[in-house]
């Protein structure tokens, strides 16, 4: 549901398997405009933001997927549907996987932009701990008023 002092923020963390400019990731770069354009159009997307620290945590074989949606539903209508689940099926292909938990989703109040430091945090936190309201995953989402209450994770 849309909060109107907090938006979600959907963080994906890859290793590519190949450099971006190699043959075996063209199914990927070809499709990755073109399901970003989708998610665009969306109900409920916001914008797609580069942080301001890009490549301070994130760099060279690990990519960086950062959105920002109005809410959850909105969120898994996007990814769990359509051409998006379609790309997810070839995952394995173009990406490492191995990681328990490679998105993170977390509330953030609005005009907030996340950086690559706060969702490392995010992730880390879900690693260790399971979906808490501070770091979730569509499993085990947090409505917005839990995640404003609740005061627990890692401090910096």
């Not at 933001?49 to 959850?72: A, C, F, K, M, R």
């Not at 769990?80 to 998105?103: C, D, P």
């Not at 430091?117 to 701990?129: D, G, M, P, T």
């Amino acid at each position: 549901m849309k909060h109107p002092d907090y938006y979600l923020v959907h963080a994906n963390i890859a290793v590519a398997r190949e450099p971006l400019d190699h043959p075996a990731m063209q199914g990927f770069i070809d499709l990755a405009d073109e399901i970003d354009a989708l998610g665009q159009k969306s109900p409920g997307f916001i914008s797609q933001p580069v942080p301001e620290d890009e490549g301070t945590v994130y760099q060279n074989s690990e990519l960086l997927n950062l959105s920002i949606w109005d809410s959850v539903e909105d969120l898994r209508a996007f990814t769990h549907s359509g051409e998006h689940l379609a790309a997810m099926g070839h995952r394995a292909e173009w990406f490492v996987q191995g990681e328990k938990y490679n998105y993170v989703l977390y509330w953030e109040r609005r005009g907030l932009l996340p950086t690559e430091r706060e969702v490392a945090r995010r992730v880390a936190h879900l690693r260790q701990h399971g979906p808490t309201p501070f770091a979730f995953t569509f499993d085990q989402a947090y409505a917005v008023e839990t995640a404003i209450s609740y005061r627990q994770g890692p401090a910096g």
